[in-house]
């Protein structure tokens, strides 16, 4: 069973954003393009992302002269088109004569022209002006051979505060509360005399107003993805109405705090990201790897098909404080990594290095010398020739058997708590280590969210730090653990509801002291310089850093106690059976050891195991794609020197077609990838 993004083109994608609007002064640069693009491997232009000054250059006179070209040009070149609606960036003569399409900062200024991404998702006449060029786009378009998918603006984010958002905002809490008192109520706005006595009265947070109400501040958030959401919807109405079978995506960034990225989700058909790591050629890469291999599960898994690496770069970038080139066999490993997680493309920014302006060192498949004989023009062709010969995999899943929740609502209260390490509770790192734990064994994982998940596919479930769980979530867990699931919580787990109101009647909260069989009373939070000392029953001891949480036992078992302080004693790891199933909890934080631990002894209590059957070295991981039939397994090696491999089964290359079994030797950076 494969699923397609578009079934019209069963390849691997490869190619990148297009700005041929940089270089109509120069046609030959344009020719020149299509035969570098059919040199590099590449079968796809990502077109037009901020061509709306070329593409309606005065208000209602558009120019479609050269986007016909490019269109017809790819085409003949053999590729295809992702084509972009270009309301990232605005033409100048828009906020001249609309003001009102121009965003408004927190603290109620109003911005000046300029830049991206610097406009009102409210405005009725940027969401008109936006309709019309998209619809233009479609109508020209929608026959055209080349048209494989819509790219719907790029990176939505930020937030806009104008008198037209406030309203909205005040509209969408009146359709969510109904009446103030039960706002001011979930609120809890009799804290410091907040009570509001008119909806005109609440406004957006702010660093020069309300910034304390923290059931404002979240709604604030989501109505921010509402509304963006509710953007993207108009953009991808305006053209699916006129092109219904081709799919449309928007480009997503990772662990970007601004949007609820599973609601944005849920506005496109497929998935795709731009992926940035910072490789830097030493021991730190095994960590960028580790992190950028959850980001890629973490997006993959908010639809759980396959997505598009939209945007990469075959080199360096141009806006970290230190912009290093990625080192030879990196750009074809990190490429790879990708299509091992779930992806069917490698795109870049940029297709040619711009001439001028902020982005003219940013790494491009063509620099500014114009010609293919370059380091990372090579490496480009290599990953596209590669990528020519993993037709196979396109449209195959990733199978994951466990889970770890990422919630975004759950991140946004928890930094938000006036508590604990007020400033920086390390959420998304804590949620690292675990994922290390599944990167280190080539265990396939799944990042899901807690609503409109399937918890019964998973053998087990791990949930650090889950500060909030309504009471709705509450009894999926339960409902989950009591039918056979395991699952493991954290210190600081069911603290607060869906309003940020704290649970009463001791944690955790919503239901699971019960599942858990313990009762959290108090969280220590240590200094750095601070330790105590868990015992294990083994006898073995874990140093537990930056919290430490006072639980009673209601019925669990003790697995480990707190050896000093005053709570010397007291339980720090517990586990209760409940129905079928199983409830980890683990009371303190640890180095990262401890939950690598923890998180093996589970999986093999669970029965889940690599698609890759022998150990895996240090630094070396597996990840695996199925159809239902075969399963792919790509192995990666992020050492710089050759490493051994051994397996019992006779696998086959998919590349080269070849039976490999026994000793196999995996070159620095080089990536296996193995079929049975
Ligand atoms: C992305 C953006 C691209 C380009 C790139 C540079 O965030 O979508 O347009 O600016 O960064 O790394």
Redesign the pocket.
Known sequence: MKDYINPDFKHMLHGG?YNPDQWLHDPTILSEDMRLMKLANCNEMTLG?FAWAALEPEEGQFNFDWMDKAMDDIHAAGGKVILATPSGARPAWMAQKYPEVLRTTEQGIKKLDGGRHNHCFTSPVYREKVAIINRKLAERYKNHPALFAWHLS??YGGECHCELCKQAFRVWLKEKYGTLENLNFQWWNSFWSHTFTDWNQINPPSSIGESKIHGLRLDWKRFVTAQTADFIRCEYNSVKAITPNVPATT?L?KFYLGLNHREIAKEVDFISW?S?PSWEGDDGDVDVARNTAMCHDLMRSLNKRPFFLM?S?PSV?N?KPINKLKRPGMHMLSSLQAVAHGSDSVQY?QWRKSRGSY?KF?GAVVDHVGHENTRVFKDVQSVGARLQKLDEIVGTLVDAQVAILYDWENIWVLDMAAAFQRDDKKIIPTVNKFYDAFWNRGIDVDLIGTQDEDFSKYKAIFAPMQYLVSEELGKKLEAYVKNGGTLLCTYMTAMVNENDLCHLGGWPGAGLRKVFGIWNEEIDTLRPDEFNTVRLTDGSTVKAIDYCELIHREGAKVLANYDSDFYSGMPALTVNNYGKGKAYYVAFRDEGAFTDKIVGEILSETNVHSAFDGDLPQNVTAHSRTDGKNIYVFVENYNRSTVEIETTHTWITVDTDEKVTGKILLEPYETLIIKK
């Open positions: 954003d992302i790029n990176e480009n960034t731009d940035y945007e770069t970038v806006w920014f982005e940013h």
